[in-house]
């Protein structure tokens, strides 16, 4: 009895919440407020709430149309690589389940010990399908958005797994789920302190933290394909770079990675910087703050070079990170005194 | 390996049909070649199967950014053909519109790079600014967009005391707009390492392809119609000229944005010299004869050649657009530049490809190029005979 009422749990769980349909419309109306803010600060009157499900709609009812150029396996499936990267690391977040504040968080069935290195995986697989995408649609848009796809991954990747490190150091598990528990008892990353750690070293080690959390959001917008890091859709040059050749179902697909996108990262964000949540409204009111931020940037930003972009996270944004994580190193070191 | 990266004919980044065919390795632009004659419309053809007041109407349509500066040529070279002057309050009027024009332009302009950088926030602003020009570009003339204000002899509606006055209220709004805009574009770091140090144009190199008009300006040519051979009332008004030395988009966008300016203070200044008097002198008959005028466009300089046979059909006339001579310059600009960089470069010298196209006629077997007017090309291929 247990067995089966576990199996119909992970079964809601998966599909309704939080991963599923209310992951889905939370990102999409996230994706919608981002739209919303940016027509009314670019003076114009933006999209109805609907509109990115009347889009996806609209798409699945469309044909699908497969370039006869194209490598048709490969073609396919790269919409279902990033949706799954994206749906599988959702599964893995611990979303409060709760209305009001509770002592016990929700835990992911898929959770264990070291889940955040998969996660940290399965992110960089939503741009991977992305990737194939353009690679695999013999378009030369898609050639050039892919080859820029792989630039930013490759340079936006390793301050954002330096500043994950910092994290993951400073909490000392491997677990989101425990980091979460975690930040429940003792508050959120970004401002909580260590036992036995004089003013000084906590106003210092909280600089740290936010060198840290800065270094990550930079590297947010980039795997959302935002402004100023939005340069493999940069639509005056390569048209839609990879996703140029999609249409149909498959650009549905994509649609529907992109609305997820819009509430996995933010929801990771919170989960790692300033998380600590049992209810999930005050969890949702974080990450719409997330959303803001990353809105703005967007908003009052044009976009980078590519080779300006790779040495933007090269120089800065690695940078930033390196330096919080071996301050937050040190300030750990003068406290613990190993 | 090189591959070819096809921008056009049909492109986000050009609002008009024309090919740019980019050879890169990687991302970096070996070769370039640009193609035109998407868009051949034979202009100079119907202009001499009509009338000279039905050919006002249809170079009001050559281009629908700088429609007034090609009727106040056409205009002014009819004017010289039939050898009437206008009255000085339609030469002051005609500087009114042709400097609201301009504005306008090099707003679009101006919002339109933005665009291709990826800065649609300030794109959107600066065309939201550029409606306050369309509103009283419609109220001084009718229209917003074809303005239908020249005719041979003067201009068609004059400005009473209240036009006056909101033009100098909105001017003041504008500017006031403007001065937010430029700062933003002058303080945001990304917009610089977009645009500096971007698709130079040398002096050496403007001057071989003779290029007018802002581009050239920003490559240390000081080369404006309005100062080198006045029309209209531009020698009675105080104004300077924008030159930049860097020749990179950076300061075409600068020329540009001082040319706003310019063109702000210059509005002004011609309602506050308005002298009274008729719009327009009567022009009845039009003798034998040949005429060349030439004025400074937003793109830059304009010409028209007029050969009149004593009839009221002109027998000739010729048009030479500022981007005829400018869109041949992108391609020592565009060497060497990245991928990224191509639209911006191309864009920079404000390409304006309803005005330019001209019938090429590609020999395959030799594979020459030669490129002829629509009149040779119906003599030789069409049915006019000689």
């Known amino acids: 009895m247990t067995d089966v009422m576990e199996v119909i749990l992970a079964i809601i769980y998966a599909a309704l919440y939080p991963g599923g349909l209310f992951a889905f419309f939370m990102g999409a109306m996230f994706l919608w407020s981002y739209r919303k803010l940016r027509a009314r600060m670019q003076s114009r009157v933006g999209p109805p709430w609907y509109q990115v499900f009347a889009d996806i709609v609209k798409l699945f009812n469309k044909e699908t149309i497969i370039p006869k150029v194209a490598h048709r396996t490969l073609f396919v499936l790269a919409p279902i690589i990033a949706l799954t990267g994206c749906v599988t690391a959702l599964w893995l977040l611990p979303i409060p389940a709760h209305v009001l504040p509770t002592a016990e968080p929700l835990v992911s069935p898929l959770a264990f010990w070291a889940d955040i290195i998969v996660i940290l995986y399965l992110l960089a697989l939503i741009e991977v399908g992305e990737i194939v995408a353009g690679a695999s649609s013999a378009s030369p848009y898609g050639a050039v958005g892919a080859s820029r796809r792989v630039n930013l991954l490759l340079s936006s990747e390793l301050p954002f797994a330096v500043s994950i490190v910092g994290v993951v150091i400073f909490m000392k598990t491997l677990s989101v789920n425990e980091m979460m528990v975690k930040q429940a008892k003792e508050g959120p990353f970004l401002i909580t302190s260590v036992e036995g750690l004089d003013p000084m070293l906590y106003v210092l080690s909280v600089v740290f933290r936010i060198c840290l959390f800065i270094s990550f959001l930079l590297c947010v917008l980039a795997k959302m394909g935002k402004r100023p890091f939005d340069i493999p859709e940069a639509e005056c040059e390569i048209l839609a770079g990879p996703l140029t050749e999609y249409s149909g179902k498959l650009l549905g697909l994509f649609e529907v990675t992109n609305a997820l996108k819009w509430f996995v990262l933010p929801a990771f964000t919170v989960i790692l910087f300033i998380g600590g949540d049992t209810s999930i409204i005050t969890f949702l009111i974080k990450c719409f703050v997330i959303v803001l931020i990353l809105a703005y940037i967007d908003i009052i930003n044009p976009r980078y070079r590519i080779d300006q972009a790779y040495k933007f996270f090269m120089k800065v944004a690695l940078l930033l990170s390196l330096v919080g994580l071996v301050g937050e190193m040190l300030v750990l070191y003068a406290v613990v005194g190993v | ?386």
């Not at chain 2, 090189?2 to 986000?12: C, F, L, Q, R």
């Not at chain 2, 006045?230 to 944005?257: H, S």
């Not at chain 2, 009274?276 to 009567?282: D, F, M, S, Y």
Request: hydrophobic fraction near 40%; glycine fraction near 6%; proline fraction near 5%.
């Open chain 2, 1 to 386: 390996m090189a591959a070819t990266i096809p921008i056009g004919p049909y492109h986000v980044a050009l609002k008009e049909p024309i090919f740019l065919k980019l050879e890169v390795e990687g991302e970096r632009i070996k070769d370039a070649d640009i193609k035109l004659g998407y868009h051949h419309r034979g202009i100079e053809y119907l202009a001499m199967r009509r009338t000279y007041w039905q050919n006002i109407f249809l170079f009001e349509r050559v281009c629908g950014i700088c429609s007034d500066a090609h009727t106040t040529c056409y205009c002014q070279t009819v004017e010289d053909v039939a050898g009437v002057t206008p009255p000085e309050r339609a030469l002051f009027l005609r500087v009114l519109v042709a400097e609201l024009e301009r504005i306008h332009s090099h707003l679009l302009w101006l919002g339109v790079a933005m665009h291709i950088i990826g800065f649609d926030t300030l794109f959107m602003q600066i065309w939201r600014d550029r409606e306050y020009v369309q509103d009283l570009l419609e109220i001084i003339t009718g229209n917003r967009v074809n303005y239908a204000y020249n005719t041979i002899g003067g201009v068609r509606r004059d400005v009473d005391e209240k036009t006056i006055r909101l033009v100098k209220k909105y001017m003041d709004t504008i500017k006031n707009a403007f001065d937010k805009t430029v700062e933003a574009i002058l303080q945001d770091p990304v917009i610089e390492a977009r645009v500096k140090g971007v698709g130079v144009l040398t002096h050496e190199e403007a001057k071989r392809y003779g290029v007018v008009g802002p581009t050239a300006r920003a490559s240390r040519i000081a080369s404006d119609i309005r100062k080198d051979d006045p029309y209209a009332a531009y020698d009675r008004l105080d104004w300077e000229m924008i030159v930049f030395d860097e020749g990179d988009v950076l300061a075409k966008t600068l020329v540009r944005v001082y040319e706003v300016y310019e063109s702000i203070k210059m509005v002004n200044e011609s309602l506050e010299k308005l002298p009274p008097g008729p719009i327009v002198t009567e022009v009845s008959r039009f003798p034998p004869g040949e005429a060349f005028g030439r004025v400074e466009a937003p793109r830059g300089e304009l010409v028209y050649y007029i050969k009149s046979n004593g009839t009221n059909v002109p027998e000739r006339v010729k048009v030479r657009t500022p981007s005829f001579m400018n869109i041949a310059s992108v391609k020592p600009m565009l060497l060497e530049e990245t991928i990224a960089d191509a639209p911006l470069i191309f864009a920079s010298v404000d390409p304006c490809v309803a005005c330019t196209e001209r019938v090429i006629i590609v020999d395959s077997r030799t594979n020459e190029k030669k490129i002829m007017t629509f009149n040779e090309f119906m003599i030789r291929y069409g049915r006019k005979r000689k």
